[in-house]
Structure formats: structure tokens, C-alpha cells
């Protein structure tokens, strides 16, 4: 069976892009298993890439994975290279506002404008709800007057937050850190007032279709001390250090997010969405 690959969730830039094409390239070369790459891009939804037969290996939010009734096989996770995920595979959300407003904290922008990316999404929504749900104990009235979405993709919340169409928005915290790596002009129009807690990183997943063999190669080649060596450069383009192995239960813990954001109450715009 030929195979894809896919970076959408992390190809921020064209320069990115071309690094996760890069990486696949080697995997596929060092492994042994053909991966052809496709850009998939927005508008198309990733719920359509997720289900494809010959996904060969392609990211998957970490939501998404833990609420799927018949989950897509886990190849592994990368770690982000900055000191603030302390060398592991996770990451959170950044609440960013525009760096010429005057915000100094998240609860500035009460009353104001959020956005939010998709309903599926752990940085731009779950990871948003449950966060809020703190502030949610200390005050009856609705945080926001407006949540803004779906705003699909961190560009268009970054386009969003730059032009004030809404005066916060969830930035997925190794979206942020490749922006400020690789597109630093726009990284400094932006300002973080809050970020999240720490929670598993979206992984690269492969079709439930592909034979066991087949991802134990995958995962050999990700998992090798060779990758970190002859991919040095492009390591350093993806904000990398390494890429992890982890385990479906280990996204179980964003289920109870959830569950605790609707217990308290936050807004759930995406319920509202025909």
C-alpha cells in the first residue's frame, strides 16, 4: 500500500513545510516504507485525513484522538526544543493579544472578544474551556461577549488577534515557538498573557489499516539517534530536540477537561454550530 504523510498542523510556514517534507522524506528513505507527502490544506477538513486508509503518518490533536471510538495507531510525538517543556512531548496554549494593545493578563480581556479554531481542537478550544472554567468559579456572568469561530487554523486567530477582530485568541504553544524560530516579524505582533497547563502533544498517528510491521519501522526510524544526527539542520528549523513514544492514555486526561468545562458552565460555541 502507498502512503501519505502530512504535517498541515504544523507547517506553518512554506520554510516549515518544506522541513516536515524533509523529515518524511528521510523516514521513509531510513525505514523503508514509501511516504508520499501532501499538503492537505485548509479548508479541507483534517477529520478527512485522519480517516484515510493509506495515512501513512500525519499529526492528530490530541482531543480528537482521545474522544475517537476506534483510534488511529500511535507512531510517536515530538518534543519541542524550548527550556519550557522541559524536554517532553507536550505543550499548551498561548492566549495572545495584539502587542500594541493594552493587556497586561487574560482576565484584561474579560467581557471582550475570544476566538476560537474548531470544535475538535485541544489548543484552540478544550484546552481554552477548561482553562476559563477557574475564572468561571469566581464570577456568574458569561466571560465573554462574544466568542468568535470558527476560526479553523492558529493563522487566521493570529490574523484575528493582529487586526482586532477579537481582543484574545488560543495560540497552540509550538505553533507560537515556530513562529518566533521561523517568522519572527509576525511572532512580535503578538503578546502572551496566559498560557495553559501542559498537556500531551498532538502525535503522528497512522491508519488502523497499516500492518504492525509497518508503524514499528515508522517508529524505529523517528525513535533513532540517527534522525537527530543527519536531520541536525532540520531539527533546528522544527524547534525540535527529538521525537518521543507515547501512549493512548496518556490523551485520556483531556476527556476530563471537558467534562469539567461543562460542569462549569463555559461557553460552548461549537454546540451551537449546524
Known amino acids: 500500500m502507498s502512503l501519505i504523510a502530512n504535517a498541515r498542523m504544523y507547517a506553518v510556514t512554506p520554510g516549515v513545510r518544506d522541513a516536515w517534507r524533509t523529515l518524511f522524506d528521510w523516514v521513509a528513505r531510513t525505514s523503508g516504507v514509501p511516504l508520499e507527502y501532501i499538503d492537505h490544506a485548509a479548508p479541507a477538513p483534517l477529520e478527512a485525513l485522519w480517516a484515510r486508509k493509506d495515512l501513512g503518518a500525519a499529526f492528530m490533536c490530541g482531543f480528537p484522538f482521545a474522544n475517537a471510538l476506534r483510534k ?48 475538535h481542537s485541544q489548543s484552540g478550544y478544550n484546552a481554552v474551556r477548561y482553562h476559563l472554567s477557574r475564572y468561571r468559579r469566581e464570577q456568574n456572568e458569561p466571560l465573554f461577549a462574544e466568542w468568535v469561530g470558527p476560526l479553523i487554523t492558529p493563522r487566521r486567530v493570529i490574523d484575528h488577534v493582529i487586526t482586532g477582530k ?23 505582533r503578538l503578546r502572551t498573557v496566559e498560557s495553559t497547563a501542559m498537556t500531551p502533544i498532538p502525535p503522528l498517528v497512522v491508519s488502523t489499516a497499516v500492518a504492525g510491521d509497518t508503524v514499528e519501522r515508522l517508529r524505529g526510524a523517528l525513535l ?18 527529538r521525537f518521543a513514544q507515547v501512549k493512548s492514555n496518556d490523551y485520556a486526561a483531556l476527556l476530563a477537561q471537558a467534562r469539567e468545562a461543562d460542569r462549569q458552565g463555559i461557553a460552548t460555541p461549537a454546540q451551537g454550530l449546524s
Not at 485568541?169 to 513562529?179: A, F, I, T
Not at 533513532?224 to 530536540?241: P, R
Open 72 to 119: 488511529p495507531g500511535l507512531i510517536a510525538a515530538p518534543v519541542p526544543a524550548p527550556s519550557r517543556y522541559g524536554g517532553l512531548p507536550r505543550y499548551c496554549t498561548d492566549f495572545v493579544v495584539s502587542a500594541d494593545r493594552p493587556f497586561a493578563r487574560l482576565s484584561d480581556t474579560f467581557g471582550g472578544r475570544i476566538g476560537w479554531t474548531v470544535g
Open 166 to 188: 477579537i481582543d484574545v485568541g488560543p495560540l497552540d504553544s509550538y505553533v507560537h515557538d515556530l513562529l518566533k524560530r521561523n517568522e519572527p516579524e509576525t511572532a512580535s
Open 224 to 241: 533513532s539517534g540517527a534522525i537527530q544526527t543527519e536531520l541536525a539542520a532540520t531539527f533546528e528549523v522544527l524547534a525540535i530536540t
